[in-house]
């Protein structure tokens, strides 16, 4: 405590125009000169902060979301051509077969409400994140515009109480 004393006041000397050259102190002694410090942010002392980057400000953010959320609403508007349940043969299993496609994309959309706080200081498995929705909701509707199974279970309990269960299977001919 006394050394940084003693340098304060020879720095203080100095400009206050005295006659200690610089790198000595008052004494006449050597001064070395302070250690360079690392203004690197750490935690704990040890580790460098992380920028984290929101999942919303990568530029493939609005394209998923567009899909996703477009997809749904086109196989699920009633107007639309495109409606899933007009698309499947008339039958309770075609019902059911058209109502868990629109679960998955359902599922998927609801996603996009709750991912843009999502950050991660990895944009790489920020980006696979998102390209995994892309890539389950086209897998969704390669499957089910193809009839086949979906390869997942489903369990819905309904606001009455009633439950809707389904092993994603296609039994619309049946």
Known sequence: MLGIFLATVALMGCAAGGSTPPGTSSTGRTVS???????????????????????????????????????????????????????????????????????????????????????SPDVAELTAQLQSYVDKATEAERKFLAGEDFGMSFSITNSDGTVYESDGTNTSNE
Request: cysteine-free; charged content about 20%.
């Open 33 to 119: 000169p302070a250690p360079a410090v690392d203004h690197t942010p750490t935690l704990a002392g040890t580790a460098e902060l992380e920028v984290l980057v929101r999942i919303d400000s990568l530029p493939e953010y609005d394209a998923a979301e567009s899909l996703v959320v477009g997809m749904f609403e086109m196989y699920s508007d009633p107007a639309n051509t495109n409606f899933a349940p007009g698309l499947v043969p008339q039958t309770e299993g075609g019902r059911n077969y058209a109502k868990d496609f629109l679960l998955i994309l359902a599922d998927l959309r609801s996603v996009f409400r709750f991912l843009p706080g999502t950050s």
